[in-house]
Each structure stands twice: as C-alpha cells, then as structure tokens.
C-alpha cells in the first residue's frame, strides 16, 4: 500500500511568484487536506477536498487554492508569494471511515522558501 | 487565539521512566482528540486517539487520558524508549461545515536518554 506521496520535498521561490505543491493520497482515501507549519508552530489548516469539491476552509487568502483530481490526487495553488509563506506544507488523505475521527495519514511534506 | 495549547515545548526522561505530555484546549466542540508524532524530515503519524466521550484510551505503551472538566488531555508513554524521541503534536478534530479538521498544539518535543 503506498502512503501520501508528495512533490516536490524542497523548493525556493521569490516573493510575488506562484507555486504549485502536488500530492498523490494513499489507496482508497477519498479526502485530501492542506495544512501549513511554519518553524515553531504546528500545522494549520488550510483546506479541504472531498470528491473533488472544497468542503472546508481555514484562515488563508484567496491566493490559497487548490484542486482535487478525480484519481483522488490534489495540488495546492499560492499566488503572489509572501515572505511569511515559507513552511513545510503538508497533505494529508483520509478513507471515508475516518471522516468523523480525524484520523489523518501525512506525507512528508514540501518546503518552501521564499526570499 | 490557541484552541490547543501544549505549555511545555521539551521534555527529557531517562529510558524506562514514564513519559507523561500535556495538552490543554479551549473548545468544548472538539470531538476527537488525537496525538501525533514527528521524526525530523517526516510528516507527522497517527499515535492514538480518544473520542470525545471517553476518558481513556490505552495502546500498548500507550494512554491518553482525557478529563473534560479541566479541558486537558494527557499522553502516557510506559516505558519510554530511546526510539520514541520525537516531537509530539497534540490535535482536536472538529467537523465544521461538513468538512473535518485538526486543531493543532505547537508541539512537545521528548527525548528519551539510554
């Protein structure tokens, strides 16, 4: 069983650039979620993608988008980067059964750095 | 405005002691509270939960207790193991919306000495 697979594992941008992060969810999970962790903090939720609709979102701009694939897969959009967007984003997939437990499997994130 | 407080930002103890972690939260709609681990370079991975209902919840080595009153949940590691350095989030889960989220604390981080 393969686990949440996400791309890719470091990047470096510069402030007013876009940037897409992929991530492939784990076998069965129909769910995908964003989250943010800047140094320090724990992760914070940015949104989340059920059946290929956003059902939830967190404090974040609009410049924060994303998409769900129908293979489940998803990538999360940051338009006009800012120096404060540098963090580990990290995806997380969950099977329907979890919904209400919150039960989450993460990959291993990417790290972007803007200067 | 911390919904999910984790007071202490380190814990050391000696292998084979009692690892005990913190968690307070602000919440009274949280419906799961969940404990997560994190090895450098690694996403986080799931660890234990407890349902909102309960007041504990045992895996192996593992505990979480919860007490509702005081709005604080506890993780109990028994023995610790040099292995189980790491750091430890601590997490609530609501639904809002008709999407699920997790409520993240900062972090505890444990090291465990041989």
């Known amino acids: 069983e393969t686990g949440v697979t996400q791309s890719p594992t470091h990047l470096i941008k510069t402030r007013g650039q876009q940037v897409t992060l992929r991530c492939s969810s784990q076998?069965?999970?129909?769910?995908v979620s964003w989250y943010q962790q800047a140094l320090g903090q724990g992760p914070q939720f940015i949104f989340q993608?059920?059946?290929?609709?956003?059902?939830g979102r967190g404090n974040f701009p609009p410049r924060f988008s994303g998409l769900q694939f129908p293979n489940y897969s998803s990538e999360l959009n940051v338009n006009a980067l800012e120096l404060d967007d540098s963090a580990l984003y990290l995806c997380?997939?969950?099977?329907?059964?979890?919904?209400?437990?919150?039960?989450?499997?993460f990959g291993e994130g990417s790290r972007l750095t803007v200067l | 405005d911390q919904q999910v407080k984790q007071n202490s930002p380190s814990l050391s103890v000696q292998e084979g002691r009692i690892s005990i972690l913190n968690c307070d939260y602000t919440?009274?709609?949280?419906?799961?509270f969940l404990w997560y681990k994190k090895y450098p370079a690694e996403g986080p991975t799931f660890l234990i939960s407890i349902s909102s209902i309960k007041d504990k919840n045992e895996d192996g080595r593992f505990t979480v207790f919860l007490n509702k009153s005081a709005k604080h949940l506890s993780l109990h590691i028994v023995p610790s193991q040099p292995g189980d350095s790491a750091v430890y989030f601590c997490a609530a889960a609501i639904t809002q919306g008709g999407s699920e989220k997790l409520v993240f604390g900062k972090g505890t981080k444990l090291t465990v000495n041989p």
């Open positions: 997380a997939s969950s099977p329907e059964a979890s919904r209400r437990t919150g039960e989450l499997f």
């Open positions: 919440n009274s709609m949280f419906d799961y």
């Open positions: 076998s069965g999970h129909n769910t």
């Open positions: 993608y059920y059946r290929e609709e956003e059902n």
